[in-house]
T-cell receptor, first 115, second 111 residues
Framework: GAGVSQSPSNKVTEKGKDVELRCDPI?????LYWYRQSLGQGLEFLIY????????KSGLPSDRFSAERTGGSVSTLTIQRTQQEDSAVYLC?????????????FGSGTRLTVV | TQLLEQSPQFLSIQEGENLTVYCNSS?????LQWYRQEPGEGPVLLVT?????EVKKLKRLTFQFGDARKDSSLHITAAQPGDTGLYLC???????????FGKGTTLSVSS
């Protein structure tokens, strides 16, 4: 597609429920990143996929968070047993291979609210 | 742990004023990027600098990378209401790991 597409744009869920957030990167972009943006906290790195390599999961805050990338394209971020502190905007970005240091293309994000 | 500190955190100015936003670190980065983010949208890349001492201009915006590649500044000349937004700096590592972002500077320009 022309840009990075994220869905849903907004999600309200009850505490304890599981949620899935989807990211569809730009065609041909083999690198895909997930970040979390909380109020006043900037962008917090979560996970990074590069082609068929094992993902860098070093930013995932707990084992309730997981992500997969199927067929090297679409990625899904799953949060199990959501907590109120999970409320944030979840941003996805993609780049061409090896071009991450030159700039990301971000999606518009998913705003997650846990009530 | 690499960190990027941005200052000021908030800036509210009148149309026509000049301003400078700073991004500082104790770590060396192979590249430094600036993004602008508007409400409800993802960050949009403005510029990438990769060479120590590099200066890039984008219309009324001037970006500079420090000689030691540890800091950067964004200067806006004659700010306009359309410049309003959250400005984020991000540092890149030579190893191709994920970018590290500062917490951002929220700029409000009133007419």
């Amino acid at each position: 597609g022309a840009g990075v597409s994220q869905s849903p744009s907004n999600k309200v869920t009850e505490k304890g429920k599981d949620v899935e957030l989807r990211c569809d990167p730009i065609s041909g972009h083999t690198a895909l990143y997930w970040y979390r943006q909380s109020l006043g906290q900037g962008l917090e790195f979560l996970i990074y996929f590069q082609g068929n390599s094992a993902p860098d999961k070093s930013g995932l805050p707990s084992d309730r968070f997981s992500a997969e990338r199927t067929g090297g394209s679409v990625s899904t971020l799953t949060i199990q047993r959501t907590q109120q502190e999970d409320s944030a905007v979840y941003l996805c970005a993609s780049t061409e291979p090896g071009q991450g240091r030159y700039g990301y293309t971000f999606g518009s994000g998913t705003r997650l609210t846990v009530v | 742990t690499q960190l990027l500190e941005q200052s000021p955190q908030f800036l509210s100015i009148q149309e026509g004023e000049n301003l400078t936003v700073y991004c500082n670190s104790s770590s060396v980065f192979s590249s430094l990027q600036w993004y602008r983010q508007e409400p409800g949208e993802g960050p949009v890349l403005l510029v990438t600098v990769v060479t120590g001492g590099e200066v890039k201009k984008l219309k009324r915006l001037t970006f500079q990378f420090g000689d030691a590649r540890k800091d950067s500044s964004l200067h806006i000349t004659a700010a306009q209401p359309g410049d309003t937004g959250l400005y984020l700096c991000a540092g890149g590592d030579q190893a191709g790991t994920a970018l590290i972002f500062g917490k951002g500077t929220t700029l409000s320009v009133s007419s």
